[in-house]
């Protein structure tokens, strides 16, 4: 992490902030200057790539378990829950790095948004 933005704020925390939600990792995708950092980017991608993955996961296994004869909502909720729990502390891990100053590679997503912040 070499590069430095021009702003109060730093890249840890910009980049840490990128997962916030879809909206802050496309904010800083577009706004100078923090889309000249590669660090930034990388995050962003990853978050965007990430939330996707979540949310066709999540999609997929309602949809699955739902169209399961005899499939009850508690099975259904706890299926679930355990996807949430799994993602949310993936998510945690990745806003514990950025704010760290480490590129956490997620298996299968981080080489492509490594690609792209490099782009």
């Known amino acids: 992490m070499s590069e430095g933005v021009e702003s109060g704020i730093s890249q840890n925390s910009i980049a840490a902030l990128s997962y916030v939600t879809l909206i802050p990792a496309l904010v800083f ?3 100078a200057p923090y889309n000249r950092s590669a660090y930034v980017r990388f995050h962003a991608w990853q978050s965007i ?7 066709f996961v ?12 005899n499939v009850t909502p508690l099975v259904l ?13 993936i998510w945690l ?3 514990i790095s950025a704010l760290n100053g480490k590129r956490f590679e997620l298996p299968g997503i981080g080489a492509w ?6 782009r």
């Open 77 to 89: 909720i706890s299926v679930q829950g355990v996807f949430a729990l799994a993602f949310f502390l």
């Open 49 to 55: 790539v990430l939330s996707v993955v979540v949310f």
């Open 93 to 95: 891990w990745c806003v």
């Open 113 to 118: 948004a490594e690609k792209q912040a490099n």
């Open 58 to 69: 999540n999609y997929v296994v309602g949809k699955g378990l739902s169209a399961i004869p």
């Open 29 to 31: 995708l577009a706004i």
